[in-house]
Structure formats: C-alpha cells, structure tokens
C-alpha cells in the first residue's frame, strides 16, 4: 500500500525542500521504492537539493499536461536506487496544477512506488493547496518562532478541512510536527520557542527535531540530501525521523549541539 | 440631473454636499398574514389584537402577506383595507404573496408589491415590547428556531472561525492565535484561548464567555470589546468567565 505524504508548512524558509529531500533519501535508504515530487512550480528547487538540476528534460508540468509519459520525466538517483524525483517546471506558474492532472500523476505513481513525498510551495494558495490534498499524511516543518508556528497552525487547519480526506468525512489527515533549525543553547536561554511551547499550540505528535546545523546548508549546495551524511547530526535526526515515519518506536533525541574543535574553543566563542 | 447641478455649482461655489446619495438599506418589517376575506370579522380580530398590545404595532412598518387573502383584487378594496389600517395607526406600506391582479390593485393603490423575503421570529423585529403568546396572535408569524449549540472536539487553528449562529459554542481543545470562534450564546472553551471569542453577537448582553485558561487576542461580548492590549496584565488567567457589567467587559475567575 503506497502512501502519499506531504511536506508543507505555509511559512517559506523554514526547509521543506531539505526535509522532502532528506526524508525521501532516508526512506530509500532504508529499501522503500520512493519518489518525491516538486509541486514548487516556477521556483524549481528540488531538483538541485537532490543535485539531479542537469539532468531534468521533461516535468511535472508535461506530464499533467500530457506532452512526457511519467517514465520519461522520473529521474532515478545516481545514488541511491530506490529513489526518484519528479522535477516541475521552472518557467511556468502554478496555475498549471490541475485538480485532475495531479490526481492522474498520483494514481500512476501509486502503483509502482512505496511512497511518494510531495515537496510543498510556501503559502496556503493553489500549489500548496494540490500538493497537500491528495495527501494521506503529513509532515509540517515548522521552525521554533512564533510566525513559522501560526503558519503551521494554518496549514494545519486546512489539513483538517481541505484535503480529499477531509472532504469526503474520512477523517483529518495524519499530521506530524518536524521542528527544523532547532538550537538547544539558544532555546534553553528563552531567546527561541522550546519544543513544549511549540507542541501545545500545534497540538500533533512529533515526528523529529532537527538541529541547526552548518551541514544542512553544505549539504544542499552539494546537491546531497542531509541524510545520506549520516555523521552529522541533522543527517542523523533525519534519520531518526524518517524511522518515526514508517511507525518506528525511536527515542528523541535533543541533538546536543555540534561539538566545537578545540582551537575554536580557544578562539573564543564567536561562532 | 446631478452633473448638471454640479456643473451649475461649480460656477457659483464649492458643492459640499452632494444633491442625491443613495444608500441601500436592510431593515426589518411586521407581516400581516391575512387569512379569508377582509371583512368585518378580519378587522374586528385586528382590533381585538391592537387592544392586547396596543403599542406594538404602533409606526412599525407593515406588509400584508396575501398568500391565504380571498378577494382583494381590485384597487378599491384594497385601498380601503389600507385605509382601514392607518385608522388604527399601522403604517402599511406594501404587500406580498399576492396574485398578478391583487399585485396590479395594490399598484394602483399607491401599495407596493414586495418580492418574497425572509421570516424571522418576532422577538428578533427590535421593539420595546413583546409580542403577546402565539394563539392570541394566529396572523403574526412567529417560529423561533430550537436554540442549537455547536461542539467542536478538535483544536480550533489559526485562520478558522467556528460560528454558533443560534446558540452556545463548546470547543474541547484549544482556540489558537488568529482563529475566531463567535457564537450568538455563551462561549465555553476547555483548553488554552489564544484567538478571539466573540460571544452574543446578535446582542445577548447575558451572554458570557468561559475558559480554562485564558491568553485571548480579542473578547467581545454583545459587541463590546476588549483586546490583550488594553485586558491589563492583572487579569486572572485560569478557570476565568468573561461577562458585562453594564457598559464593561469584565475577567472573573471562576469560583
């Protein structure tokens, strides 16, 4: 049984693309046929997380419209086997997502993949919309900040009431919390949201917390998903969380921060 | 008409205001069901009416609904059923439910054919006084609706707003920043508020507000508000209700 799992948050910035590349990464690592989809259409970035940018020919927005068969547009990792990208189109907008053309796509995709992770537009309007309605579940990234947790809130609300789950009375869609950019230190001194602050106002399980890291950022202009660096630490909370996803018990871990060398020790502590 | 006056005034002096504003305007009207003919039995149960509640019905405006009416299709008689009427001081104006004939007559009659519209109970029609027991009073439509209270189980997130538009509003979780729950009634909440409650909007100045914990952007009650801003930092903030004191919004805990 395939699953559709959505990863949104309303808010921009926060790293849904990082977190659908991880996660889809971390997924097939673990041996499930995966593929993640870029609904971002006219801000194509996926495909250069993923670092496949070079190899994209037809997307998305050709096969909804019927000019690609799915198996010309589905790019397969060099790295890893099990995985796939479905890049969109750069120089079209989101007007043209159909209601229709998306479910299509995911119908075909259903049947040959475990699971397929759909990389959401920032903002509530029609490309976050599509990406989350078909969704079976979801993952909301939300950074620990007050304005990333209303929009999250938001996102949440839709979740509930404007999916095709939702709409045909069978039930809210399963939401999980994946707070990203997290700092212990920063959190612990008040200056950030702490995940209990975050938790009662969102009020859904957690899926994982991902530490601010200097990796991430390294990692995406590699074109490497985060989880394939299993050293480090977001690479390794990634890890955790995708094990979450597929129904794992894991215990969550508070990342302690990245340890610092010991001449940046003595350097001081400027970061 | 009105260029050419402005045109006129521009040549003497400054128009301040302007010769014609039309504004379009909702307001409530009484109808009178008419059943049978209007005869003499008709106005003696009117007037027997009148006498219970003499002032109700005194300058409101009226309509006279002529969907069960016998005759009336010619413009005398209505015109002397409307004469009728404004000798007890009811001010009719119009009439509904009538055939193309009784429609043509009221025409002629200087009364105006409404199309249709909406009914609502007589208490909702704003008047000092009440309307006496329905089965003195078979001609005045009154059908109050069942007060309906709505429960929400789930957390009600930012961007929603849940409307009881009849009656009370129970919410089993908690009431996020920018959410909006309103209700004509009473407002409980068990879990943290953290967006706007509006209870009493149609004006229940009784109605009241109830919460576990307290930490709303905006409470307002029959209209009259109150935002985190000017609630004052001493408020109590658990097991709270909110209610009016006359004019003021008032934060009491919860004995």
Redesign the interface.
Same mark, same amino acid.
């Given at each position: 049984m395939s699953k559709v799992i959505v990863v949104t948050s309303g808010k921009g910035g926060v790293g849904k693309t990082t977190s659908s590349a991880a996660i889809s990464a971390g997924l097939a690592m673990r041996g499930h046929k995966t593929v993640v989809i870029d609904f971002d259409v006219g801000l194509r970035n996926l495909d250069m997380i993923m670092g496949c940018e070079r190899r994209v020919v037809f997307d998305f927005i050709n096969v909804i419209q019927g000019d690609a068969k799915l198996k010309q547009a589905l790019i397969k990792d060099r790295r890893l086997e099990n995985l796939f990208v479905l890049p969109t189109s750069q120089t079209r907008d989101k007007d043209a997502l159909t209601k229709e053309g998306v479910k299509a796509v995911l119908d075909e995709l259903r049947e040959e993949f475990d699971y397929i992770i759909c990389d959401s537009p920032a903002g509530i309007e029609r490309g976050a919309h599509l990406a989350m309605y078909y969704a079976d579940e979801a993952v909301v990234v939300t950074n620990p900040e007050v304005s990333s947790v209303?929009?999250s809130?938001?996102v @949440?609300? @839709?979740l509930?009431?404007k999916t095709f789950h939702a709409e045909k009375g069978e039930g809210?869609v399963k939401s999980q919390l994946l707070l990203t950019r997290f700092d212990p230190q920063r959190s612990a001194s008040g200056e950030m949201m702490s995940v209990e602050d975050v938790l009662?106002?969102l009020?859904i399980p957690l899926l994982g917390i991902i530490p601010e890291s200097t990796t991430v950022l390294k990692a995406s202009n590699e074109g490497t998903p985060v989880s394939l660096d299993e050293k480090s630490p977001a690479g390794k909370a990634y890890i955790d969380a995708v094990g979450r996803l597929v129904g794992e018990q894991i215990e969550m871990r508070v990342n302690p921060a990245e340890r610092r060398g010991f001449l940046q020790r003595l350097l001081g502590r400027t970061a | 008409m009105q260029i050419q006056d402005s045109k006129h005034l521009a040549g003497q002096k400054l128009a301040t205001v302007k010769p014609v504003q039309i504004r379009g305007r909702f307001f409530t009207a009484i109808a009178l069901h008419l059943t049978g003919p209007a005869d003499r039995d008709f106005l003696a149960a009117l007037d027997d009416r009148l006498r219970q509640t003499p002032l109700f019905f005194e300058n409101a405006p009226l309509v006279l609904d002529l969907e069960k009416a016998q005759g009336l299709e010619s413009e005398r008689d209505l015109a002397l059923l409307a004469k009728e009427m404004r000798a007890r001081r009811l001010s009719i104006f119009g009439i509904q439910n009538g055939t193309a004939g009784q429609a043509a007559a009221a025409a002629a009659a200087g009364l105006i054919s409404l199309p249709g519209g909406r009914n609502v109970p007589l208490d909702r029609v704003n008047r000092p006084e009440r309307a006496a027991p329905a089965q003195a009073a078979p001609e005045v439509e009154k059908e109050a609706p069942p007060p309906a209270t709505r429960l929400i189980d789930q957390p009600v997130r930012s961007g929603q707003t849940v409307f009881a538009d009849r009656g009370d509003l129970i919410i089993m979780g908690p009431v996020s920043s920018g959410a909006e729950i309103i209700a004509a009634g009473n407002i409980h909440v068990y879990g943290r508020l953290r967006g706007r409650a509006l209870a009493g909007v149609n004006g229940d100045t009784s109605a009241r507000i109830f919460c576990h914990s307290l930490d709303a952007e905006l409470l307002a009650i029959a209209g009259l508000y109150r935002t985190s801003e000017n609630l004052g930092p001493d408020i109590p903030r658990e097991h709270v209700q909110v209610c009016l004191e006359g004019e003021k919004l008032r934060v009491l805990p919860l004995k």
């Open positions: 209303r929009d809130d938001r @949440l609300g @839709l509930n009431s809210a009662e106002i009020a | -």
